[in-house]
């Protein structure tokens, strides 16, 4: 019988784990220690306007995901204003109403940037160039001057744009130039030469990001397009290329920034603020979009989220348990009862759980051995024993609870089926093979569901398992291999000893 | 303390984890395991192929018969109580003799009629079966064991394991109760595992808790001397086991019955690895020798095979 297909199977399954795991870790930038720290910005934009006694409609651009930045929470504070969320071609808009309003208004939108050096802007589609642009005289010849002559000592669309804006501004500022700015706004000015001649570019707004700052207002920056659809930044006051780190587009679709309707003397205004996060916490407030590679458990609702942060522990508790019977042949009561154990122990701590399960085990075999002398059904007896269980879990709860120790309290987490069956079963044990056996097979469950809490416990390991699913197939791959092994289990080494001996 | 597992491999040890892949999973075909696990199938199989077992005085069946097993012994002077589907010798309750007090264990134990019926129930209930499954009990003659085992054995019947591979007899050992193991021939509760040499039926070392032994704990006497009447009828009904269940890799147990020579006890689809400590040699070397051989050969074939080329002189009589 071929093995091949078996370890093709096992080398798809680690390879599937390892690139879903590492793309979790690039595209998403979920950090492989939990205790990595992430830089945040908190931003808060502020829209202040004076309101007539009318209808209100107010509309704010708002930041996407970008390069650079990734969006983690947001926050709005408008009381009385109805709040919806807008996300179309135009980008993400905020818009808040009311029936009526009157005075001065103000309305808040808060932001959690992360910083993530890897994170790339979304494709954008470049804007559509308008067909009839018209100028009066004598402005006709100015910007026909001014387009040849940058069209002469340029190359392509965005060294053409750099010559245009240097010549727009400083010492290259020529009549032509001068006339123009006199009847037009810099940037809007920029975008109708670009058009005018056949080039896509667009206004774009952003936030030059300091720490601290507060009442800052947007700028204005330059989009511009080349044919193939790739474009660049650039400072329409300089002419300077790309984008500053700190840098962060708040809208880039060239509509307006605020909009509103029914209230006079609008404007927005920013503060932001700048702090370190632990990676986890970051990677948890991301927003994330379900993509089908993008499958993870961050996208359930919160509840469900810490119901798996358990359910994928469990393949770690069950790893433990394969080497430690497999590679080391421990004997224990009830192949996985001590993965149970040790969830239990999550919930209760390790001490507390270990001597809550060393009394619950205690007295329930004392009582237990007054159960066998009633000579009853097996199922009917385990099911004497449920009921002791739980009577004695409840009385070391109470008692616990009287003499003012809380984590008395945890005990109830117990599986108390799982903790009768054990019962029963080591009551046999007893009778069949005397309390020696009972202590191997007790020691050895209690070992390995030590062994499982350290592991399922630890930080990390709940980091990983909880942020990439991948890791699954990995210990998928890892518990087929381990079923392979027909080597000697470690307590074989001495068991076979003394042949070695002659 | 411990032993390297590269001295272990040189010696043809096999250890658990090579038992169950290579020989227990390749060889013994999940659908048959039944045919063993459940001792009344292996008893009526057996009676099919002409293979003695001891008597079967009766089975209990349902927890309402559980109340009939007094007169259901009464007039046998010893008997055995088994789960059908019991492992390990797990459940195994053996009686001596009956009298008006009661039931009297090997040990001297008294029982009374409410021990055996809660026992019958128990089993019953499958407290001692493979996975809990509901159980029968069966209630079969105690074998009156060949006299001269008698100074080699405390309380208990002695019994013979032989693994089968293939068909062939590769290792066999002989296991003796003794007090620790409650009269029980297991080696893992106390009893004495010796070795016995495929060729002759002799003794080859003693082993208890997997340490040497020279001589049995309560009787005193030496183990060295230890030779089996009828080794060739033994080997051949150990062999045959393996036409009768088509099972690969089998553990037999065999008793000598005083009357009826070698009887067949029980068989094991999983049997232990001990039988490596009392023969004080790895399996690996004659499973590999075997596994060589080409299929279709005769019981007698096999057997003469194996004695041939598994010979062996005791260790016990160079100490002796």
């Known amino acids: ?137 004598p402005f006709d010849t100015a910007a026909e001057g001014l387009i040849g002559r940058a069209h002469q000592q340029s190359a392509d669309a965005f060294t053409f744009a750099r010559e245009l804006i240097q010549d727009l501004s400083g010492d290259r500022q020529d009549e032509n130039a001068r006339l123009l700015l006199n009847r037009f706004d810099r940037s809007s000015l920029l975008v109708r030469l670009l058009n005018q001649a056949g080039i896509a570019a667009r206004e774009v ?59 006079t003397n609008s404007r927005v205004s920013f503060s932001m603020l700048k702090h370190n996060e632990p990676a986890a916490v970051a990677v948890r407030n991301q927003l994330m979009n379900n993509t089908l590679l993008n499958f993870s458990i961050h996208s359930l609702p919160l509840e469900e989220q810490s119901l798996f942060k358990t359910i994928l522990l469990i393949p770690i508790g069950a790893l433990v348990v394969v080497l430690l019977r497999v590679l080391v042949g421990i004997k224990t009561s009830g192949t ?91 009551s046999i044990l007893w009778e069949e093979e005397g309390p020696k056996e009972v202590l191997i097979q007790g020691g050895g469950s209690l070992l390995t569901a030590v062994l499982a809490y350290l592991a399922m416990n630890n930080p990390w390991i709940r980091h990983v398992t909880f942020n990439f699913l991948g890791i699954q197939l990995i210990l998928m791959a890892f518990i087929l291999l381990l079923g392979n092994y027909t080597g000697y289990r470690l307590l074989e080494l001495r068991r076979f000893k003394p042949i070695t001996e002659d | 303390m411990w032993a390297s597992p590269g001295r272990l491999k040189a010696k043809g040890i096999i250890g658990m984890n090579r038992r169950n892949i290579r020989y227990i999973s390749r060889y013994n075909s999940r659908h048959l395991f039944p045919l063993v696990d459940d001792k009344l199938k292996t008893k009526l199989l057996a009676k099919r192929f002409g293979i003695t077992t001891p008597d079967l005085i ?141 060729a002759t039926g002799t ?27 009828d080794w060739e009828v033994l080997l051949k009904l150990a062999a045959s086991c393996y036409e009768m269940t088509g099972l690969g890799y089998l553990g037999t147990d065999m008793v000598l019955d005083r009357n009826h020579g070698p009887m067949l006890l029980e068989l094991n689809a999983r049997p232990g690895l001990a039988i490596q400590m009392t023969n004080g040699e790895g399996l690996r070397p004659r499973l590999d020798l075997i596994e060589k051989q080409p299929d279709g050969a005769n019981v007698e074939a096999r057997v003469a095979f194996a004695r ?13």
């Open chain 1, 1 to 137: 019988m071929s093995r091949i297909p078996f370890y093709l199977l096992v080398g798809v399954l680690m390879l599937t784990g390892i690139v879903m795991t590492v793309y979790r870790h690039v595209e998403f930038d979920v950090p492989w220690t939990p205790g990595e720290q992430r830089e945040v910005w908190e931003v808060e934009a502020q829209v202040n306007f004076f309101a007539n006694g009318e209808p209100v409609k107010v509309n704010l651009a708002l930041p996407s995901h970008q390069e650079n930045f990734r969006v983690l929470t947001e926050n709005t504070a408008s009381s009385g204003y109805g709040l919806s969320f807008l996300d179309d071609d135009s980008g993400r808009r905020a818009q808040w109403a009311i029936r009526e309003a009157t005075g001065n208004q103000q309305l808040y939108y808060s932001v959690q940037l992360l910083v993530a050096p890897d994170a790339e802007s979304p494709t954008v589609q470049p804007p559509s160039i308008p067909q009839d642009i018209t100028w009066e005289r």
């Open chain 2, 203 to 229: 003794a080859l070392r003693g082993v208890q808790f997997d340490r040497p032994r020279m001589d049995h704990p309560d009787t005193g006497h030496e183990l060295a001397s230890l030779r089996i009447p």
């Open chain 1, 336 to 426: 996985f009862m001590p993965v149970l154990i040790a969830l239990a122990f999550i919930q209760t701590s390790l001490f507390t759980g270990l001597v809550g399960f060393l009394l619950v085990v205690a007295v329930g075999l004392v009582i237990r051995s007054y159960l066998s002398h009633l000579n009853l059904l097996l199922v009917a007896r385990v099911s004497a024993v449920i009921i002791t269980v739980i009577a004695i879990i409840s009385l070391f709860s109470v008692v616990a609870y009287r003499m003012g120790l809380n984590a008395g309290l945890t005990i109830t987490f117990f599986p108390m089926i799982i903790l009768s069956w054990t019962i029963e079963r080591m």
């Open chain 1, 205 to 263: 707004d952003g936030l030059m990001l300091e720490d601290g700052r507060r009442r800052q207002a947007l700028s204005s920056w330059l989009q511009v397009f080349d044919d193939e659809g790739d474009w660049v930044i650039l400072n329409p006051a300089t002419g300077e290329q790309g984008r500053p780190d700190n840098l962060l587009l708040w809208e880039a679709s060239g509509q307006p920034v605020l909009e509103v309707q029914g209230g």
């Open chain 2, 58 to 198: 009766g089975t209990v069946t349902t927890q309402f018969d559980v109340k009939h097993i007094a007169d259901m012994v009464t007039g046998h002077g010893g008997f055995a109580i088994k789960p059908a589907k019991g492992s390990g010798g797990k459940g195994i309750l053996v009686i001596e003799h009956q009298d008006a007090e009661g039931y009297v264990k090997p040990s001297g134990h008294r029982l009374q009629r409410e021990d055996l019926e809660r026992h019958v129930s128990n089993i019953l209930s499958g407290l001692y079966s493979l996975g809990g499954a509901t159980d029968i009990a069966l209630v079969e003659t105690l074998i009156s064991f060949d006299e001269f085992l008698a100074e080699y054995t405390y309380e208990g019947v002695p019994d013979i394991r032989v693994i089968v591979f293939k068909g062939y007899p590769v290792m066999a050992m002989m296991r003796l109760s003794t007090a620790a193991s409650d009269g029980k021939a297991n080696l893992h509760q106390g009893a004495v595992g010796v070795g016995l040499d495929i």
């Open chain 2, 308 to 320: 041939h080329h598994f010979a062996r002189r005791g260790e016990l009589q160079a100490v002796s």
